[in-house]
Nanobody, 122 residues
């Protein structure tokens, strides 16, 4: 079982930046994906970005490409999401997740964090 704890959310003005951190503990495997999803009020949870431990491959939703960067410290089992040029539509609860399947498919993730709120004011 993998436990995930997110931190780093908060309130930021449009155009600003935030960095989210997700610390994983418990059993992790070389092919584990660590990803970020988000859910805005009244909307379904959506994929944001993911990193695959085995080869460092990264994956992004089109809506965040060029603005968000996912990185990973395997020694610390920690994944980061640097968010730049934030927009009001980025406002959501952001969840860290661990899985083995297709990066953008939430059903392939077996552990989820509690979520951290990101609010972007316009």
């Amino acid at each position: 079982q993998v436990q995930l704890v997110e931190s780093g959310g908060g309130l930021v003005q449009a155009g600003g930046s935030l960095e989210l951190t997700c610390a994983a503990s418990g059993r992790t495997f070389s092919r584990t994906l660590l990803g970020w999803f988000r859910q805005a009020p009244g909307k379904e949870r959506e994929f944001v970005a993911a990193n695959r431990r085995s080869d460092g491959s990264t994956y992004y939703a089109d809506s965040v490409k060029g603005r968000f960067t996912i990185s990973r410290d395997n020694a610390k089992d920690t994944v980061y999401l640097q968010m730049n040029s934030l927009k009001s539509e980025d406002t959501a609860v952001y969840y860290c997740a661990a899985g083995w399947g297709t990066p953008a498919d939430a059903s392939g993730y077996f552990s989820w964090g509690q979520g951290t709120q990101v609010t972007v004011s316009s």
